[in-house]
């Protein structure tokens, strides 16, 4: 017969259980830690939350995320040896999405605190009102970090951000940066920047990681050109430009071999790109003035087109020869095609038009008859 001897187990007030012994692992230490902190030395309102937690952790719900982080963050306040990362992690958490209007007066006036939870994949800042207005270093502190989103009034970025070596995807929107001293190349990971009403603090892209296979730009008040840094993207698949006042062209002689989508709307300068561009696509989107009167080679390889504006599908009528591999036609809103007839016998491999309100406006009138 075999007799399996069972140690005792002590629950702390987070409804985690843990053995005990006569030499405590460090999990049991900080359970004890913990619960001499919440009587001594924590809030009644700290001690309210953690009661919440555990009814929660016994019950059908899960914690919310945001709350246990905000109530972590006190904690972590009050002692330096207490391993809240763990705890955040044991209640399976590994993203810190922090917005304002939360209780987080204990990390607006440490924000240091982040660098305590080391094991975050992701984190999402939002208008929070952190110390002086400024971003933490402590984001730098963050080593396993692979999505960083900020949002809000913000003046700079931090140095530290070009220490995430694992950080994949970027997103920044309505930051109003004053300057920016970053270095992207350092984020050797990078593969998604996602860059929204933000300034670049400069009339040229800057230079970004040769890794990068996604790039969205949308209303950056400041870009005025591309520059020559997209050439240095050899896996760029996915290009987005939208709504950049300031875009007056393309003319750097990009070659991008492996871009599958190009996207330009509404960037109200753009005319024209280089004729020595390659662009290596299959789908491309155009909503507003591009010039393609010029280097067919470009668009071989292009077989899907997405059109909105009736001045570019005339265009596009009038040199059917860049588009010999077209198969599929995409008019998204257009309603307006008085004055169009499509020159079907030019396109050869057309097998679809998609969209718009088709009318009697002579558009079908070069339609061979089957």
Not at 63 to 81: K, N
């Amino acid at each position: 017969m075999v007799i399996l001897a069972l140690k005792p187990k002590v629950t702390n007030q987070l409804g985690f259980s843990f053995p005990l012994s006569n030499d405590p692992s460090p999990a049991v230490r900080m359970g004890r830690k913990l619960e001499c902190h919440e009587g001594q030395h924590a809030s009644q309102d700290i001690q309210n939350a953690f009661k919440c937690r555990k009814k929660l952790i016994k019950g059908e719900k899960e914690p919310d995320m945001r709350d246990v982080f905000c109530v972590l963050c006190e904690y972590a306040s009050l002692s330096a040896e207490l391993d809240v990362d763990y705890l955040y992690a044991r209640l399976g958490h590994t993203i810190i999405d922090i917005r304002a209007g939360q209780p987080l007066e204990a990390l607006c006036e440490r924000p240091e605190l982040l660098a305590r939870f080391p094991s975050v994949t992701f984190l999402a800042i939002e208008e929070v009102p952190f110390c002086g207005q400024q971003l933490p270093e402590s984001i730098g502190s963050l080593p396993l970090l692979e999505k960083l989103n900020i949002e809000g009034d913000y003046k700079t970025l931090p140095k530290s951000i070009e220490t995430l070596k694992k950080l994949q995807e970027f997103k920044i929107d309505s930051v109003p940066l004053e300057s920016l001293d970053l270095d992207f190349r350092q984020l050797t990971s990078l593969s998604s920047l996602i860059w929204y009403y933000t300034p670049i603090c400069g009339a040229e892209l800057f230079d970004l990681p040769a890794g990068l296979t996604k790039i969205d730009l949308g209303r950056i008040p400041d870009l005025q050109r591309l520059g020559t840094n997209l050439d240095k993207l050899p896996q760029l698949q996915h290009l987005k430009i939208s709504c950049c006042p300031q875009l007056a062209s393309i003319d750097e002689k990009l070659t991008l071999a492996n871009l599958n989508n190009l996207t330009l709307w509404k960037n109200p300068l753009l005319s024209s790109i280089h004729a020595d561009t390659v662009l290596g696509n299959q789908k491309t989107s155009f909503t507003n003035g591009i010039d393609i009167r010029f280097a067919p080679k470009i668009y071989e390889d292009i077989t899907r087109l997405q059109i909105q504006e009736k001045k570019l599908l005339a265009l596009v009528c009038e040199h059917a020869a860049c588009f010999p591999n077209l198969k599929e036609l995409h008019l998204g809103y257009a309603r307006d095609l008085t004055g169009i007839r499509f020159p079907f016998g030019a396109f050869s491999q057309l097998e679809s038009i998609w969209g718009a309100d088709f009318g009697d406006d002579g558009f079908w009138d070069e339609l061979p008859l089957c």
